[in-house]
């Protein structure tokens, strides 16, 4: 039959448990919370991460003996388990001070493995300084309570951990937003300004005068960006992004050594249907390479199947912006040819646009199956009922960008 415990029960030391609390308090009151920080300082500040002067001192020894006040007041309340009462007061006053430290520890950049480190050498300069206010008739007393003191150092450094965490991931978030709101400010309806685009330089940690390349895939297409991102990501490279109301943005540092992980993304972007300009010169251009990327993505039909560039969809590009303003090229052609039948205009078409196409008589004859004359003849006939010379390179230029 087991019987409760009183506080006038006898230990195994011979000591009741209000004797062993009382000497357990005298220990306690014997620390001084300046010495135990002093002798915390002698040895973090020669610990990776702390040495470098990146805390200052003075910032340690603030938390240093708030710290220590902290964990002998948790000490004191502890019983002989090491489970501390913990009233309201101690445990926010406690839950204060591992926030603050974890905080300021986060934004100094102290990795979280030296932070564990240093709060563990608070239970370490505990303990020495209770061993040499301690005499020999203490040992059972000190033996009974060790787990008290590493059980009250551990729950501090969880809950630093944890403020530490929290911290560095608001750290992240306002990194990104602020990074996300100076890349949004380059694709603006305006140039941004060069303070501006030093900043953004310096938050993306990229060179100003960068070569980059830029890419947009718009509606459906999207997706498939978005894929050649991430696994551009699981190579440990970075693809920055920016959104458009109906279509992604990206872009990359250049990098034109086979098999890296950008000059793999790059080739991966350029299999996909979307607008890509290459070998912009620095970040105040991309601006403007960004509004030519969206606008050739926009250009794209189901029969592309690779990246729409300047120099292969240029025609297509210039008859958009004539269109926008109400230009048609080739209204006169077309309100000529209207005059044949429908089979003849159709076969001066399709050999109009086989020469457009390859510049050559047998080329487009051979595309068409039909003799070398059978084609010029039709070029001639062409010639005849519209007035345009398509060996003319001035004349076809119209024809080139009306039909793209």
Request: glycine share 6%; with cysteine.
């Amino acid at each position: 039959m087991s019987h409760s415990r009183t506080s006038h029960t006898v230990e195994n030391n011979g000591t009741t448990a209000d004797e062993d609390s009382a000497r357990w308090n005298t220990l306690l009151d014997g620390l001084g919370v300046e010495r135990l920080t002093d002798e915390f300082l002698a040895r973090v500040l020669r610990m990776p991460h702390y040495e470098d002067g990146r805390l200052p001192a003075t910032e340690l020894r603030r938390t240093g003996e708030q710290s220590f006040e902290a964990l002998i007041d948790s000490l004191r309340s502890a019983d002989a388990s090491g489970t501390p009462a913990d009233p309201d007061e101690l445990r926010d006053a406690k839950l204060g001070i591992a926030t603050d430290v974890g905080v300021s520890r986060a934004r100094a950049d102290i990795p979280v493995d030296a932070l564990m480190t240093a709060i563990r050498l608070d239970f370490s300069v505990l303990w020495e300084a209770l061993m040499d206010l301690s005499t020999a008739a203490d040992a059972p007393l000190l033996v009974a309570r060790a787990n008290s003191v590493w059980h009250v150092v551990d729950a501090y450094a969880s809950q630093t951990q944890g403020a530490y965490i929290a911290e560095r991931q608001r750290m992240a978030t306002e990194a990104s937003s602020v990074r996300q709101g100076l890349v949004a400010t380059l694709f603006g309806d305006t140039p941004a300004p060069g303070t501006v685009i030093d900043r953004a330089a310096a938050a993306l940690g990229l060179p100003v005068d960068a070569r980059l390349s830029v890419a947009v895939a718009a509606g459906e297409d999207a997706a498939a960006l978005r894929v050649s991102i991430a696994l551009a990501a699981r190579r440990g490279a970075e693809v920055f992004t920016h959104p458009f109301a109906d279509a992604l943005l990206a872009f990359w540092p250049a990098d034109n050594r086979p098999g890296s992980a950008l000059h793999e993304a790059g080739e991966r972007i350029a299999a996909l249907r979307c607008g890509l300009v290459e070998e912009v010169h620095g970040l105040a251009g991309l601006h403007d390479a960004g509004e030519l990327a969206l606008e050739l993505a926009q250009l794209a039909t189901d029969s592309d199947a690779t990246a729409l560039r300047l120099h292969t969809a240029w025609a297509r590009l210039a008859a958009s912006r004539l269109a926008t303003d109400g230009i048609r090229l080739a209204a006169d052609v077309e309100a000529a040819l209207a005059g044949c039948g429908t089979v003849e205009r159709e076969r001066l078409v399709e050999t109009a646009r086989a020469y457009l196409e390859t510049g050559s008589v047998a080329e487009a004859a051979a595309r068409l199956y039909c003799h070398r004359n059978t084609l010029m003849n039709r070029m001639h006939r062409f010639t005849a009922l519209t007035g345009v010379d398509l060996s003319i390179p001035r004349q076809a230029a119209r024809l080139v960008v009306a039909w793209a």
